[in-house]
Nanobody, 114 residues
């Protein structure tokens, strides 16, 4: 089993920044992909960003140029630096790890006020 614990969410004004962290523990394959998705009220969960073990990132068009994903393989931790936040970024952000199956964290709330 794999456990994912997110932290770093909160309330921020539009234009501000937040940094999310997600620490993985348990039976983690050496090669995996980690990432972030989000779900706003009344909407489906959507992809935000992902990163391979080798450090190759990809992003949703809506966050390109504003969000940066990174990871520390020694700590099994993935980060999401979010800059120039907009009210439409308000959502619960979920960390995920793709190994033999996909694992999800419990989510952390990000609220951006206008």
């Amino acid at each position: 089993q794999v456990q994912l614990v997110e932290s770093g969410g909160g309330l921020v004004q539009a234009g501000g920044s937040l940094r999310l962290s997600c620490a993985a523990s348990g039976s983690i394959r050496s090669v995996n992909r980690m990432g972030w998705s989000r779900q706003a009220p009344g909407k489906e969960r959507e992809f935000v960003a992902g990163i391979t073990t080798g450090g190759s990132p990809n992003y949703a068009d809506s966050v390109k140029g504003r969000f940066t994903i990174s990871r520390d393989n020694d700590k099994n931790t993935v980060y999401l630096q979010m800059n120039s936040l907009k009210p439409e970024d308000t959502a619960v952000y979920y960390c995920n790890l793709v190994g033999l199956r996909i694992y999800w964290g419990q989510g952390t709330q990000v609220t951006v006020s206008s």
